[in-house]
Nanobody, 135 residues
Framework: QAQLVESGGGSVQPGGSLRLSCTASGWTRNFACMAWFRQVPGKEREGVAATSVRGSSTGTTWYIDSVKGRFAIERDNAKNTLSLEMNNLKPEDTATYYC?????????????????????????WGQGTQVTVSS
């Protein structure tokens, strides 16, 4: 079993930047995709960004339209970390952000076919880190 621990959340003004980090430990060698989700109370969890970390599609990324050009996801295999660089933050980015991973080998194909990240396919989750964007 793997453990995922997020860090880097906080409060910023609109237009500001934050960098989230997720440190993975334990049984991580079978991870196929890693992703960042976010959730606001009363709403469904939303997939924000994903990256393929194994196989021929390694390095392929996907972003929800609302964050394209502002967010960047990156996997550092040597450090076993996943980061989310968030720039030009907007109040609507306020949420709890979660790191997650799946061993499903067709994970990136599923994301591309659905044009969304299927949360039910992800078995390993972090505890979440709060991001608040407010003036």
């Amino acid at each position: 079993q793997a453990q995922l621990v997020e860090s880097g959340g906080g409060s910023v003004q609109p237009g500001g930047s934050l960098r989230l980090s997720c440190t993975a430990s334990g049984w991580t060698r079978n991870f196929a995709c890693m992703a960042w989700f976010r959730q606001v109370p009363g709403k469904e969890r939303e997939g924000v960004a994903a990256t393929s970390v194994r196989g021929s599609s390694t390095g392929t990324t996907w972003y929800i339209d609302s964050v394209k050009g502002r967010f960047a996801i990156e996997r550092d295999n040597a450090k076993n970390t996943l980061s989310l660089e968030m720039n030009n933050l907007k109040p609507e980015d306020t949420a709890t952000y979660y790191c997650a991973a799946t061993q499903g080998v067709f994970c990136m194909r599923a994301i591309q076919d659905l044009d969304s990240i299927p949360a039910h396919d992800y078995s390993d989750w972090g505890q979440g880190t709060q991001v608040t964007v407010s003036s």
